[in-house]
C-alpha cells in the first residue's frame, strides 16, 4: 500500500522560511519521480515542483522559481521541499504526489500558511 505522509508545515511570516518533507512507503521509492502541489483556500490543486528519480533533474513552477528547492534521499524514502522567502499567496495546504504531475497518489498534506 503507498503511504504519504507530509510533514514541517506550520505558519510563518511573509519572506520566513519552511521545510516540507514527504515519508513514502509502500513502493520502491527510488525509482519514482515525484512530486509537490498545493491547493490554496477555494482553488484547485496546483503544480509547484517534480524530482525524477536520481535527484538529477527538477522542475519548479514559475511562481516558486528560484524561491523554492525540491530534494529527495533515497536512502531514507524521503522527498523534501525547502520554501524560503514565502509569500502570502504560498498559503495553502502542501501535497507530495507519487509521479510526474498533480494527479497521482498524494499523502494528507501539510498546513503552510504565511501571513504577516
Known amino acids: 500500500e503507498v503511504r504519504l505522509v507530509e510533514s514541517g508545515g506550520g505558519l510563518v511570516q511573509p519572506g520566513g522560511s519552511l521545510r516540507l518533507s514527504c515519508a513514502a512507503s509502500g513502493f520502491e521509492f527510488s525509482g519514482y519521480d515525484m512530486t509537490w502541489a498545493r491547493q490554496a483556500p477555494g482553488k484547485g490543486l496546483e503544480y509547484v515542483s517534480s524530482i525524477n528519480w536520481t535527484g538529477g533533474e527538477t522542475d519548479y513552477a514559475d511562481s516558486v522559481k528560484g524561491r523554492f528547492t525540491i530534494s529527495r534521499d533515497n536512502a531514507k524514502n524521503t522527498l523534501f521541499l525547502q520554501m524560503n522567502s514565502l509569500k502570502t499567496d504560498d498559503t495553502g495546504v502542501y501535497y507530495c504526489?507519487?509521479?510526474?504531475?498533480?494527479?497521482?497518489?498524494r499523502g494528507q498534506g501539510t498546513q503552510v500558511s504565511v501571513s504577516p
Open positions: 504526489v507519487l509521479g510526474r504531475g498533480v494527479r497521482g497518489e
